[in-house]
């Protein structure tokens, strides 16, 4: 794996690109309370989920030059990063889909939900990329013991936040009346946050494999593509999330 | 017993386990509804899965898809034995008419599916790896037959085992066909009457059922079929050793043989009554069967996106030296354009199948008016895919032709850099035309316009394509052996099915022709001549390729001049009596509109198509062993294939080749497409 | 050259030769209605342009294969032509042509079809699995099995599925139109020629679809006045003599039957098979007797005594009509349904 800067300036960068999204997130919020402006809400979402996709998931390092060996590691690293981008590109296709049910079906409208907690959740799973993208940065200048902590501290903030969602969410939302079998607000509420959640979960498995193997030491600074893929993918999994948040928490008129 | 054949082995414990099967299944019958019943559903279920399971039991022992299936029992009971747990702690009823209840045979099926792949050994290699145990980078298939039963990751053994189901399940499919048609050849119910019983179905119920099935089972088998000949062609092309990813290449593969289980036994489930399309609110009220056809296609969606993937990361990634966009082979061009669509696309038809299953499970209201859903919003994320799935099955089929047309007349392909674009300038278009199977459904007025003004567009790319080929054929020299009829036949019957296609384009006169006789004569003909002529002609092409002999000359003339006259009388008499008011999908029809004689002729015209893919079965297994050898460049083509002696190698070519020129500069001097390693 | 002028003459022949057999089999059925002009208008256009395009691609396949066949012993290849760039773009251009052509009149056809006459007659129609129901809202809201219609006077049907998608269709109008649950889509016709057609089903909507046709009967305006008269009369009747049960009951078919079944199953509310005198046990654990003031009282307040197992329903009787007399219908009906 060639990196281009240093391991402090890449640091660096992974903490302020965490404090612009963070803003951002307080901005978004405050947005939707003030003003109510629904492109302005969308425009702040697609901003953010640049930052992520340029700096966390690296989307440049598809156009890099692998060499031309075929049976090097950075040849195949090279394909396995266009397979799991090609396979993240499908499953936009399914949350893409939710979205337009979710726009079809609830329109300006949106469910009643705990306002704090959604903040929260999103907060988690905010601190939880930066933490990934901490981890991934490690192992790539050779840093196993801040890799180790920063994916475990990753994965403890995934599960928190499928907690969050599915234990106390879910549970606050029934309260509020939003309910899965009685129309179409509960039916669309608990099918995002569900497949949301779904792919969460599946990220804190690869995740733990991802300890698991690190712990094993079979991670080095050159070779550490499963690194990049389970970070990659989480990052995938927060950007969907970027979305959802503002449409099931700040767009259109409560219910 | 040992020195019996393994496929007549198969065969007798075939009829030994469906009869053990359909005995366990009386017994779980008798066991929950307390009466015996002898057509009772899941009798016919353990019927059919005992008897796989003893069929390849005797074929190859236990082991590869003998133990997968297996496994998928064991998983399909466990997962619906856990629901049924659970339904028991919390008070519900523990039985239904198909003795699991409707959430347990969903989650059964699902465990069953997973279930299947592990037993038959497609996920060994991840699980390694998630555990950061080594495995093998190269790998070695035992010579012999029964590799093809088992996990390989050769993509060739793959691609044959693709085209093999494939066939095997448009057997399936023509099969249900066959009824069907009989019962159509006169009006009035012949044999599925009201009386009929089978299954828990009376004649109507099993007549939509296998009509709802013949469609889906069809485009299952067009998946499986294009599948085949992409990934056993596409590498062969591109110069590469594999896939790029020769596991989840397995993996797709595999994957579809426990998706084709579930959606056949939708039919012992109750069966459904839906079509192929699965329109809720209907589907929400159809029999448990309505969720294993949702689940089969599920699944076997996940066969076809990542095969998609796989296919754009090969080629994209494993090109041989010098092969730059435009000298890729045009096949790998429409082989792109089709993976493209496939790998977006398909998860919207599982999302809307998905959002259904939840409807019908927990009352989750998507669909439901009195909910507030909306079930044309289903409509629009089915043909989502569903309409960019048709170009799908018909993409790589052109590209067929394409690939094949310059050998067969020894001339370039005409316009080679424009055939090219129009396949993803086909593909393209193809994600913007989905509203214009929904003219009548009631969506909203404004919509209609736009999608037929994109709907007509694409015309345009089509028809590039049809006057390239007719300029390639112009002043060539022409020979016709068996793949040049079928690509030719191709051309002609998908020229019928472009043709057509405006009709259906323009809202006032899809008005009309929406739902009718003529919509499934205008589609048979697109597939027919998009899919099922260029599959011919490919199997035709590459036989010799992948087992060193050819397919019989005359029987696969025979095939051609059966299939083709029969093809055009049965969809140009459907297109008739569809102007003239035969609606779709229904099992009778009424006698004063003076159908019967046509029905009649259909009916023959249809049996006739079934004898001649009979033959070209027969032709198939029997030119495996028997057919004339030949091991060299049969077809004099160009392509770096065919530069090497057939069949072809383990790891595919011994030297690795560079791509020094066009591919279809057929007539000029001196000119030629790939220069090996080794040569000068 | 010579080929091309061969050619030439044969595509022009061919053409002519498919339009001409495809009008002398005639391909659509008689049309019946003024919105099906402007449709057979198109059509015809579109048979002409396809019997053109047909001969365009088959006479020069066919020609080639008879005159450019490779003949025996030549093992040579063909001439070495790679394509011609102007002709690409001429039949690039030429069909984008066509297809805006084809647009436009697509656009006007469909537009034609659509012409709104103000005083139309209203109509409703309700599919359900399996049949048809027409209601005549301007003759006192008789309903009928049979759909009459005046000829050369625009109808306005207003469309309502009771359960699945269905599809009106007449193959003899053109028009065809789908009926969704839960909203109303509208149907225009103008009858042009009196006859007796049946309108089908299009959409599948389960086991018995191919059955699920009813008679229309074109009649001129006299005789569709005399029969509405009529009808509208026996209905009038028909409702003078009904017994309270009977009236009942057809409030049920109308209101009740989508959630209440009288068969035993549950829908989404609880049968109403049995149901008067039982025990009936509620959601907050308490049992009541299915009398008069229970039934009268869950009718009117739907959500106050909620059954056991069900959840609330948003049904508001009062929005539908339906007030105290007529729920005394409701409860001797259900007195019945033992």
């Not at chain 1, 733990?208 to 690190?214: E, L, P, R, Y």
């Not at chain 2, 414990?13 to 779980?28: E, Q, S, T, W």
């Not at chain 3, 093992?75 to 790679?82: K, L, S, V």
């Amino acid at each position: 794996m060639t990196h281009t800067q240093d391991k402090s300036t890449a640091m660096r960068q992974g903490v302020l690109i965490f404090v612009y999204l963070g803003i951002l997130t307080v901005l978004e919020y405050f947005i939707a309370v003030a003003f109510d402006a629904v492109p302005l809400l969308v425009v702040v979402a697609l901003v953010k989920a640049g930052l992520v996709m340029y700096y966390y998931m690296h989307i440049y390092r598809l156009s890099e030059d692998d060499g031309s060996d075929e049976h090097s590691y950075a040849y195949k690293t090279g394909t396995n990063r266009l397979g799991l981008w090609l396979f993240l590109l499908s499953d936009a296709f399914v949350f893409g889909g939710l979205m337009v049910a979710r726009i079809n079906l609830l329109g300006m409208t949106r469910p009643h939900l705990n306002q704090l907690l959604g903040l929260g959740v999103t907060a988690v799973l905010l601190i939880s990329s930066f933490f990934m993208n901490r981890a991934e940065t490690a192992i790539a200048h050779g840093d196993r013991k801040t890799f180790m902590t920063g994916t475990f501290i990753t994965m403890i903030l995934g599960l928190l936040f499928v907690i969050g969602v599915v234990g106390l969410e879910w549970q606050l939302a029934k309260i509020e009346e939003v309910i899965a079998n009685r129309d179409v607000v509960g039916a669309v509420f608990y099918m995002m946050t569900g497949m949301h959640a779904f792919h969460v979960l599946t990220g804190v498995i690869l995740l733990f494999t991802v300890w698991n193997k690190g712990r094993k030491g079979l991670y080095t600074a050159e070779k550490h593509w499963g690194v990049e893929a389970a970070a990659v993918y989480w990052h995938f999994v927060d950007v969907v999330w970027i979305f959802f948040y503002p449409a099931l928490y700040l767009i259109g008129k409560v219910l | 017993m040992t020195n019996i054949k393994p496929v007549w082995r198969g065969l007798f414990l075939l009829v030994v386990g469906a009869l053990i099967g359909y005995g366990v299944g009386l017994g779980l019958d008798f066991a929950v509804q307390k009466t015996v019943s002898y057509q009772a559903p899941v009798a016919g279920l353990f019927s059919l899965l005992f008897g796989a399971i003893f069929f390849f039991f005797g074929l190859i022992g236990y082991h590869g898809v003998t133990k997968g299936l297996v496994f998928q029992v064991l998983g399909t009971l466990a997962g619906a034995l856990f629901v049924t747990g659970i339904r028991a702690a919390m008070g519900l009823g523990l039985w239904g008419p198909f003795l699991f209840t409707e959430p347990a045979w969903v989650l059964g099926g699902l465990v069953g599916a997973l279930s299947f792949l592990a037993g038959v050994g497609a996920v060994t290699d991840w699980w390694k790896w998630a555990l950061g145990e080594p495995t093998s980078d190269h790998h070695h298939d035992e010579p012999g037959w029964e590799k093809y039963f088992g996990v390989s990751l050769d993509h060739k053994v793959i691609g044959i085992q693709y085209t093999v189901v494939a066939l095997l399940l448009i057997s399936v499919g023509g099969l249900f066909a066959l009824i069907f048609r009989t019962e159509l050849a006169a009006s009035g119910l012949q044999f599925l009457t009201r009386e009929f019983k089978l299954f828990d179905q009376n004649g109507l119920q099993m007549y939509n059922s296998l009509m709802s099935l013949h469609g889906m089972i069809m485009i299952v088998s067009i998946l499986l079929g294009i599948a085949g000949i992409m990934n056993y062609v596409v590498p062969l092309l591109l110069g590469a050793q594999d896939m790029a990813f020769p596991r989840m290449n397995a993996f797709s593969f595999w994957i579809a043989v426990p998706a084709a289980v579930l959606l056949l036994s939708s039919i012992f489930l109750g069966g459904f009554d839906t079509g192929w399309t699965g329109y809720p609110p209907l589907s929400v009220r159809a029999p448990v069967g309505m969720q294993m056809f949702f689940l089969g296609v599920f699944v076997a969606g996940w066969s076809s996106i990542l095969g998609g993937l796989n296919i754009i990361a090969t080629t994209l990634r494993m090109r041989a030296k010098g092969m730059t966009a435009f000298r890729m082979p045009i096949l790998v061009w429409a082989s792109v354009a089709t993976s493209l669509i496939s790998l977006t696309a398909t998860q919207l038809i599982g999302l809307a199948f998905q959002l259904v299953m939840f409807q019908r499970l927990l009352g989750m209201g998507f669909f439901d008016p009195d909910k507030g859903g909306n079930p044309v919003l289903f409509q629009h994320l089915f043909w989502f895919y569903s309409h960019p799935a048709v170009y799908v099955f018909v993409l790589p089929g052109l590209g067929v032709i394409s690939e094949l047309l310059p050998v067969f007349v020894r001339k370039p392909l005409f316009g080679y850099k424009w055939v090219a674009m129009s396949s993803l300038g086909i593909a393209l278009v193809g994600f913007l035309v989905w509203a214009h199977h929904m003219f009548t459904s009631g969506m909203n007025e404004y919509l209609r316009v736009p999608f037929m003004y994109s709907t007509l567009l694409v015309a345009v790319p089509t028809g590039v394509k049809f006057f390239s080929w007719v300029a390639t054929l112009w002043k060539g020299k022409i020979r016709t052996p068996v793949p040049m009829l079928f690509v030719l036949g191709g051309i002609v019957v998908f020229l019928m099915g472009g043709l057509s296609g405006p009709p259906n384009a323009t809202v006032s006169t899809d008005l009309h022709l929406h739902d009718t006789y003529f919509i499934v004569g205008h589609f048979h003909d697109t597939i027919f001549g998009g899919f099922v002529f260029p599959f011919f002609a490919a199997i035709y092409y590459w036989f010799p390729k992948a087992s060193g002999r050819r397919m019989n000359e005359f029987w696969g003339k025979v095939h051609f001049w059966l299939m083709t006259p029969s093809f055009f009388v049965l969809t140009l008499g459907m297109m008739r009596i569809g102007l003239l008011g035969m609606r779709r999908r229904i099992a009778d029809y009424d006698p004063a509109l003076g159908f019967d004689l046509t029905h009649l002729v259909l009916t023959i015209a249809g049996f006739l198509i079934a004898l001649s893919v009979l033959i070209f079965i027969i032709n198939f297994f029997h030119s495996m062993k028997n057919g004339e050898k030949a091991e060299g460049n049969v077809w004099e083509s160009r392509s770096p294939e065919w530069q090497v002696p057939s069949p072809m190698p383990m790891h595919n070519y011994e030297h690795e080749f560079e791509v020094v020129g066009e591919p279809y500069d057929y007539g000029l001097a001196g000119s030629r497409y790939v220069k090996f390693a080794n040569e000068k | 050259m010579r080929h091309y002028v061969i050619v030439g003459i044969l595509v022009i022949v061919a053409a002519v030769g498919t339009y001409t057999g495809l009008h002398a089999v005639g391909l659509m059925p008689v049309e019946a209605s003024v919105q099906a002009a402007p449709i057979d208008w198109l059509w015809n256009l579109e048979v002409i342009t396809i019997s053109f395009l047909f001969a365009l691609i088959i006479v020069p396949m066919v020609y080639s294969l008879v005159v450019f066949r490779r003949k025996k012993g030549d093992n040579t290849d063909a001439e070495h032509i790679e394509g011609n760039t102007t002709l690409e773009i001429a039949w690039t251009i030429i069909p984008l042509i066509v297809v805006v052509i084809f647009a436009y009149l697509g656009a006007y056809s469909l537009g034609e079809t659509r012409r709104v006459d103000p005083n139309a007659m209203i109509v409703k129609v309700t599919g359900f699995q399996w049949g048809w129901q027409f209601e005549y809202p301007a003759y006192g809201g008789f309903k009928s099995d049979k759909l009459y219609l005046p000829a050369d006077k625009q109808v306005l049907l207003q469309l309502q599925a009771l359960d699945v998608i269905h599809s009106f269709w007449v193959p003899e109008f053109r028009v065809k139109q789908d009926l969704v649950p839960g909203r109303i889509t509208e149907y225009r016709i103008t009858p042009s020629l009196i006859g007796d057609y049946k309108v089908r089903c299009a959409e599948i909507c389960g086991t018995s679809h191919a059955y699920m046709e009813a008679p229309v009967v074109v009649v001129d305006q006299a005789a569709f006045d005399t029969w509405a008269k009529d009808q509208q009369v026996a209905a009038a009747q028909a409702e003078a003599n009904a017994t309270p049960e009977q009236k009942g009951e057809k409030l049920y078919q109308t209101y009740c039957k989508a959630c209440h079944s009288i068969n035993g199953t549950a829908g989404n509310g609880p049968t109403w098979l049995g149901l008067f005198g039982h025990e009936v046990e509620l959601a907050d654990g308490t049992t009541v007797t299915a009398d008069e003031a229970y039934l009268t009282q869950s009718i009117k307040e739907p959500q106050s005594q909620v059954v056991q197992g069900y959840s609330p329903m948003a049904f508001n009787p009062a929005a539908v009509g339906i007030g105290d007399t007529e729920i005394g219908y409701l409860v001797a009906y259900i007195k019945t349904l033992k």
